[in-house]
């Protein structure tokens, strides 16, 4: 069978080395990203899942945020359904179609506030389809797409999982309906809803505002070609830490061996506190450390 070369084009999640801990056997490629589909067999995950609850990293499930005075309006716009009766803390299925009236997406779209709203979508790009319909009317709306990387969790067992984390008030939200609970001082929106008929809850889990810190402060960390004393490489399918010591500052996403320079180069975000050129740090691969040197140019 063909094998799938593992690059950074591949988009690993925020759970992908959770997941290969846990043992996972295969993946499938769903909007350019890792979603695993099978750890000890097709046969024994069904049967697991029918009487117990499993954790599933759907990252995959990715958001197209619409927010602004025109939020509601352009989410109308995308679909037949009528959705003037939805409200705040509810979601819907929501077919997207094309001027033809072809299908172009059939994901959930959750209604934060009036002009707050998620489209988690399926397996097709969408976010551009519905930049292009805002721009062309012009409506007053931001569109992009959140730090936001959803997990599942589902099976028979999984209300009670739920509420052990996040409380018994878990029970009470309602089939498609969503709620804020908090985790370790964080609020996340929860709600009743996923892939599986076995009942169970997807959690989507927000990452930070660090734009606006970095906007009010200025960079704490750059990019800088850095080279690696090796003879080899693994393919540099998922970020790599840069070692100071023990203490992590930073991480290469693109590296390559270079037959002109008889080394291994690469690029990476290095902490301020470690950037300067002639810097001596180790990078973690898959193979093991790897000691590395921050340089003053890129390699030509």
């Excluded at 992009?144 to 959803?150: H, I, L």
Aim: hydrophobic share 40%.
């Amino acid at each position: 069978m063909a094998l799938i070369s593992p690059s950074r084009r591949l988009r690993r999640t925020p759970f992908s080395d959770g997941v290969e801990a846990a043992g996972v056997k295969a993946f499938t490629v769903y909007n350019r990203m890792l979603l695993p589909t099978m750890f000890r067999s097709v046969e024994e995950d069904y049967h697991h899942l029918k009487h117990a609850v499993q954790l599933w990293d759907v990252s995959v499930e990715r958001q197209v945020e619409v927010r602004g005075p025109d939020a509601g309006r352009l989410i109308q716009m995308l679909t037949p359904r009528d959705l003037r009766g939805m409200l705040a803390g509810q979601c819907y299925y929501m077919p997207v179609v094309d001027e033809t009236g072809g299908m172009l997406n059939d994901p959930v779209v959750v209604k934060l506030s009036e002009d707050r709203w998620w489209i988690s979508i399926a397996d097709s790009d969408l976010l551009l389809w519905v930049k292009g319909v805002a721009y062309g009317y012009r409506l007053d709306v931001l569109v992009d797409e959140p730090d936001v990387s959803p997990l599942a969790v589902q099976g028979p067992l999984a209300e009670d999982l739920m509420a052990r984390v996040f409380g018994e008030s878990i029970r009470d939200v309602r089939f498609f309906r969503f709620g804020w609970f908090d985790f370790q001082g964080r609020a996340m929106a929860i709600a009743r809803s996923g892939y599986s008929k076995q009942g169970g809850f997807e959690i989507y889990v927000e990452g930070t505002a660090a734009v606006l810190r970095v906007s009010a402060e200025g960079p704490v960390q750059q990019l800088r070609p850095i080279a690696l004393d090796s003879k080899t490489l693994p393919s540099c399918d998922r970020a790599w830490p840069v070692m100071a010591g023990s203490r992590r500052v930073g991480q290469i996403t693109s590296a390559a061996q270079s037959p002109d320079f008889k080394e291994g180069v690469a690029i990476g975000m290095v902490r301020m506190t470690h950037w300067d050129p002639g810097t001596e740090l180790s990078v973690q691969t898959p193979e093991g450390a790897i000691p590395a040197e921050v340089r003053e140019k890129y390699w030509i």
